[in-house]
């Protein structure tokens, strides 16, 4: 049988916008700073709150489990609902300034998703041998399944999966609490910090990207982990060569927050042969080709 | 526009430098704008190569090294300055348009250069070119364009026009007869100066304005320790006694590898301006890659430089992006040789970046950049030979 997981909620991404070089700490000629105060924008996608830079007034940053479907279509009561999904060894948007992919077909570089609840895990790597930067063909081919597959233009999705439609409304509430605490505050840095985000947040043009989604699909082929001790997925899921594959888009870019919304799913084959070989690129039909 | 650049990267970025959080914002919003005109001097420079191009003639990438006199056109030499109220000065009398009140000199008065004066022998021979702003040598060309018939000037192929958007905010001109030519000139003025009665968003407005808010904040400085004129060895082609030799060991290493990466962009730009034989394909390709290594690699390679010592000795202070062309710059008649020449330019930067992660650890996000520059091109090529 197949299980699916659906797993949604805030990531937060500090990454340097084109046209500064995509390892600036600051963000200088892009549209995405470092506020005083804040430690240098590292790109790392973070799906739950450690390592994060929160600012004030943000969404919470966590993605979880929201609930689980079996093959039917029918939801499945579980304990797993609430599972903290992470990517683990510190994922990257790796566009490069457009040397990898162009805007909207970045790679997240490694993939290593876990999901985890107690002693509950699943845990499981793109691939175990792909090297990046690629060196070969082959890098190069699975640097493409790991690709976006470019941005749709969907604010009405991104409104009903965030209940934000407006994000000009949510930010000028925001600067109104930003306001507030600017004149509550003394500290010159903090109060450089609030003006410098009140400021970003009064020009529309920063709240471009937030109806965009970039659309993902990745078979999972690398080593897997799973603890299950307490039979929660009623079965045991295929591991070895059989790839799991979870589907998920990026979007509802908020810049002054530096968060997107995440919502996706993974696919497990559970004593089942799994996805049919070529799935993935089947897939990959709109990414680009660099190669 | 390499001292704009020089000026750009010489800015503090971090409160540790000794500055506040208001101040951290205004130089981060100051290093945006110059930046900004940067980009617009890079369409400039791909409108000139056109205009040259549509008339048969031949994009330069040559040029002394610096410092050099300014002759008769400035009361300053060109420097490689250290961002602060003297660079400025000098930015907005560069872009200064005709009719407007030239800028207040800085407090440390420049240094005069000795007048040049040419004499005429035959008319064949060009007349030096006589100005006193950027824009009245544009419309001197301009009116070169108007005076002499279309059909005995546009003999370049309309083929060789670059006409492709390189990034946002930085579009190229094509120039195909009089009407397009006066149309780029147009631009490059209107970038430049503004017009008269609005100069808002121009080169001028924009430093004139930096300048204001810098005179503003009093006593602050802006710019790191940096140098003026660095260089990493004497040069033949050197006029006036301000420079600063580099002697730090690791500074020279880093700054030599700058200059490899300088040569190497100008090689893509003069290959794509040049071409004599590649494909559109490969035009493509090369276009790409001389943006990237101007983000990827001079970018971050000159901020490094501006944090390392000049010298052994601290007090001397840092070092910075020297621009120097160690010999004159050529570029091959062959296709086929050009590209061997920037692939081994390229494989010879990536090992010398790598060498150098000891001194910064972003010399290894360096060498992956140029490293995967240098792979697309040859899978850019490779893609070609088999269409």
Redesign the interface.
């Given at each position: 049988m197949m299980l699916w997981l659906e797993y949604s909620g805030w990531f937060q991404c500090r990454l340097a916008t084109d046209p500064d070089p995509s390892d600036e700490g600051r963000g200088v000629s892009g549209y995405v700073h470092a506020v005083p105060g804040e430690p240098d924008l590292d790109r790392v996608v973070r799906l739950q709150p450690t390592g994060t830079v929160p600012r004030s007034h943000c969404p919470p940053i966590a993605v979880t489990v929201n609930r689980l479907f079996a093959e039917n279509g029918g939801t499945v009561a579980s304990p797993i609902v609430g599972a903290a999904v992470e990517l683990l060894d510190n994922p990257k948007f790796e566009g490069k300034n457009h040397i990898i992919a162009e805007d909207g077909f970045e790679p997240i570089v490694p993939f290593h998703l876990r999901i985890s609840k107690g002693s509950f895990l699943l845990d499981r790597k793109f691939d175990d041998t792909m090297q990046f930067p690629p060196r070969s063909d082959a890098d190069w081919t699975k640097l493409q399944q790991l690709q976006a597959g470019g941005v749709v233009i969907s604010p009405g999705a991104i409104g009903a999966a965030t209940g934000i439609f407006s994000l000009a409304q949510i930010w000028r509430q925001r600067s109104s609490l930003l306001d507030a605490d600017l004149r509550a505050s003394t500290n010159e840095v903090e109060r450089a910090a609030l003006k410098s985000r009140i400021r970003a947040m009064s020009d529309p043009r920063n709240a471009r990207f937030f109806g965009a989604r970039m659309m993902y699909s990745i078979p999972l082929s690398g080593t897997a982990l799973v603890s299950d001790p307490d039979r929660l997925l009623g079965g045991t899921p295929q591991t070895g060569s059989t790839p799991w594959l979870t589907d998920f888009w990026c979007g509802a870019w908020d810049p002054d927050a530096m968060c997107g919304y995440l919502l996706g799913y993974l696919g497990l084959p559970i004593d089942d042969p799994g996805f049919a070989p070529g799935v993935a690129a089947m897939m990959s039909d709109r990414r680009q080709e660099r190669r | 526009m390499l001292q704009y650049m020089f000026a750009a990267m010489s800015m503090k970025?971090?409160?540790d430098e000794g500055i506040?959080?208001?101040q951290?914002?205004l130089l981060?919003d100051w290093?945006?704008r110059i930046?900004?005109v940067m980009?617009e001097e890079m369409a400039h420079l791909g409108t000139v190569c056109n205009l040259l191009t549509s008339i048969g003639g031949a994009p330069r990438f040559d040029r002394p090294n610096f410092p050099q006199p300014a002759k008769t056109r400035y009361p300053f030499s060109f420097d490689l300055l250290p961002f602060s109220d003297e660079a400025l000065y000098r930015f907005i009398r560069f872009e200064l348009p005709k009719g407007e009140t030239p800028p207040a000199p800085p407090s440390r008065q420049p240094t005069a250069f000795g007048v040049y004066l040419a004499a005429l022998s035959f008319e064949v021979i060009p007349e030096p070119i006589e100005y006193e702003y950027i824009g009245e040598l544009y419309r001197q060309i301009a009116e070169g364009f108007r005076s002499i018939p279309e059909n005995k000037l546009f003999i370049g192929p309309k083929f060789a026009q670059d006409v492709e958007n390189w990034?946002?905010r930085m579009q190229i001109l094509r120039v195909v007869d009089r009407q397009s030519a006066q149309a780029a000139v147009d631009f490059i003025i209107q970038e430049g100066e503004g017009s008269p009665g609005n100069r808002a968003g121009s080169h001028y407005a924009t430093f004139s304005d930096i300048r204001q808010q810098l005179n503003r904040e009093s006593g602050f400085k802006a710019s790191r320790p940096i140098v003026v004129n660095p260089r990493t060895r004497p040069h033949p082609d050197v006029s006036g006694k301000a420079i600063t030799l580099l002697t730090n060991k690791n500074s020279v290493k880093v700054a030599e590898l700058f200059n490899f990466c300088y040569e190497t962009a100008l090689l893509m730009l003069a290959q794509l301006y040049c071409f004599g034989g590649e494909t559109f394909g490969e035009r493509g390709i090369l276009r790409?890659s001389a943006?990237?290594i101007m983000?990827?690699a001079l970018?971050?390679i000159a901020e490094i430089l501006t944090e390392m010592p000049a010298t052994d000795r601290p007090a001397d202070g840092n070092a910075g992006p020297t621009f120097e062309l160690y010999s004159p710059f050529q570029l091959s008649t062959q296709v086929s040789a050009r590209f061997t020449i920037l692939y081994e330019h390229l494989v010879d930067a990536v090992g010398e970046c790598e060498s150098l992660v000891g001194v910064s650890s972003?010399f290894a996000?360096i060498a992956?950049?140029l490293?995967?520059?240098l792979?697309?091109i040859r899978?850019a090529r490779a893609k070609e030979s088999h269409l």
């Open positions: - | 970025k971090r409160l506040s959080g208001e951290q914002e981060r290093e945006s930046l900004g980009r990034s946002r790409e943006r990237q983000t990827m970018r971050p972003r996000f992956e950049n490293g995967l520059i792979q697309n899978a």
